[in-house]
């Protein structure tokens, strides 16, 4: 178990450019979460799965984003027309849960975006 | 609205001594609450968590306590070593509309002199 990976770990894009993020979870997990922070805050939720099906969404998320997990592995951001607000850390984690229950995700180092 | 807030960003303790983070929470929904520290250039990692059906956990040096009626839990890290120098986020979850995803605070970056 390498614990979950994300590529690429820096990504410097001009605005206006699209960009795509991959995440590896932690292969028996079935739950995983996109997260988003910039300095000083905590991590802010954008959206989770279980296994394949994308089961919610932050409000605070623009159209210009879109999450895959296409066969309940890895899963992929996507930002297009990128602002520059939209520079930050991207985290994703995984976590192992059913029905009703939670545990503790485990993150991955994450992707750092920068938008010129 | 913040609903998991760590009023103080920055913590500072000598080795030996106790650390205590602190975090407050609005939403009376939760039931699930859990404490990750960070260092610089790595995702969060789990260190404990604790139900809402106590108000104490344990795991070595680091308990965590949780007073439901003032929607408050906090960290209490004994004895404080180096090594435990690393930003501290509380986060909480809860079971709507799905189980699973957690609201974090802006972390307490605690620093331990040796």
């Known amino acids: 178990d390498t614990g979950v990976s994300q590529n690429p770990r820096h990504k410097i894009t001009k605005r206006g450019q699209n960009v795509t993020f991959r995440c590896d979870p932690i292969?028996?997990?079935?739950?995983l979460y996109w997260y988003r922070q910039t300095l000083g805050q905590g991590p802010e939720f954008l959206t989770y799965?279980?296994?394949?099906?994308?089961?919610?969404k932050s409000r605070l998320l623009s159209d210009r984003f879109s999450a895959e997990r296409p066969k309940g592995s890895f899963s992929t951001l996507e930002i297009q027309r990128t602002e520059q607000g939209d520079s930050a850390m991207y985290l994703c984690?995984?976590?192992?849960?059913?029905?009703?229950?939670?545990?503790?995700?485990?993150f991955g180092p994450g992707t750092r975006l920068t938008v010129l | 609205d913040q609903q998991v807030k760590q009023n103080s960003p920055s913590l500072s303790v000598q080795e030996g001594r106790i650390s205590i983070l602190n975090c407050d929470y609005t939403?009376?929904?939760?039931?699930?609450f859990l404490w990750y520290k960070k260092y610089p250039a790595e995702g969060p990692t789990f260190l404990i968590s604790?139900?809402?059906?106590?108000d104490k956990n344990e795991d070595g040096r680091f308990t965590v306590f949780l007073n439901k009626s003032a929607k408050h839990l906090s960290l209490h890290i004994v004895p404080s070593q180096p090594g435990d120098s690393a930003v501290y986020f509380c986060?909480?979850?809860?079971?709507?509309?799905?189980?699973?995803?957690?609201?974090f605070g802006d972390g307490t970056t605690l620093t331990v002199k040796p």
């Open positions: 604790i139900s809402s059906i106590k």
């Open positions: 799965f279980q296994n394949e099906a994308q089961l919610e």
């Open positions: 939403n009376s929904m939760f039931d699930y």
């Open positions: 984690a995984s976590s192992l849960d059913y029905g009703g229950s939670y545990n503790e995700q485990f």
């Open positions: 292969s028996e997990h079935n739950r």
């Open positions: 986060a909480a979850s809860g079971n709507f509309p799905n189980a699973g995803k957690s609201t």
